[in-house]
């Protein structure tokens, strides 16, 4: 059992990582706070469009996307607006079959779709995410109120529009490449035995080598022999994997899904116990009303968790994502705000000092 007691911040694919972690190993991840996600972009190439108009990403103080656009505000207080269609000549290739918006196999999930401004929409999926959304409404953290019909039927809405484009993508993807492995609908069984007999090189030729890896880190974090590395672009393989080891084909969330984390996409959301809308009663910085920092303060003010999880900028690379562990809250506070890009997420879980199971 570990000694950490981790909650993570992620979007639906590291939120999947994180769960299949959590099925297979001993993992130190004990909170997933899922946020939605419709995609994310190249950090390199959303530079590259930035030139376009004039832009550096030293220009920008914050980044939204709303209504069909990418909204930059400059620190010179201006706003820019880039189309939509525009940005997403540079969406990363696996976002396009990726059908989870809203973090479906999290405790709690978190985004702005479907609530009024200044508000967040909240899934609460599990009884641990229950249990923790009423802690931090019974200490005050965060205020509640019901979704509206029409709201919660946007956010239905949205979520399966996303599925439906990204399965024509994927339709599409498999008629010239390679099956879209976690979508296919085997038994627990029938991964098992595939599980026993794939190792770097299928999820090299299965996942990386047709643009499926989301770059989470995962393989890296769980290879015994610290073999693996994982860069801006892929995973690589320094050596060669020890026998009858099978560690990163395993935790990839672009293999294989067990039978209980899957989502036969009839559920346009996924599986929850209660929809609300929530609104931060300490912090205001961040995105989507400050509710994921809110709810990370509660959890470690509150010991429920010896640490967070979270993606950072860099100080010198402006808007560059990296992860880190903490415990301290003004650092989680300074994180707040979504990033557009991604990272390896789960490289830092390397440094508290346990191995995988």
Known sequence: M??????????????????????????????????????????????????????KMDDIEKFQIDKGFVFLL????????IPLSVAKRIIRKNCNICVELTSETSDISVGSI???????????????????????LKQNYIEAKDLTES???????????????????????????????????KSDDSIKKEISESEFLDLKSNVIDVGACVLCGACEYVCPDNLITIDDTKPRMNGECPNDCHACFTVCPRTFIPEDLRNDNS???????????????????????????????????????TEALIVDKEDHLAWKPYAKITKDIDEVVKSGGTKYSVCPVFKPLRNIGEGVN
């Open 267 to 305: 559920k346009a959301i996924g599986e929850f116990i209660k929809v609300l809308s929530v609104k931060s009663v300490r912090h205001t910085q961040g995105q989507d009303g400050s509710i994921v920092t809110t709810l990370l303060d509660y959890l470690l003010t509150n010991d429920i968790v």
């Open 2 to 55: 570990s000694e950490h007691r981790i909650a993570m911040v992620g979007t639906p694919c590291e939120i999947m990582a994180a769960s299949k972690l959590q099925y297979y190993t001993d993992s130190p991840i004990d909170v997933k706070l899922g946020l939605f996600c419709m995609e994310n972009f190249s950090y390199k190439y959303f530079g590259n469009l930035l030139k376009e108009y004039d832009l």
């Open 114 to 136: 479907g609530s009024d401004d200044g508000w967040s929409t909240l899934i609460i999926r599990t009884e641990k995410g229950e249990e923790i959304v009423n802690g931090a």
């Open 151 to 185: 709201q919660f039927k946007l956010l239905n809405r949205l979520a399966a529009n996303k599925i439906n484009r990204n399965l024509e993508s994927i339709e599409e993807r498999e008629f010239f490449a390679r099956p879209v492995l976690y979508q296919r609908a």
């Open 74 to 81: 400059l620190k010179t207080k201006e706003t820019v607006k």
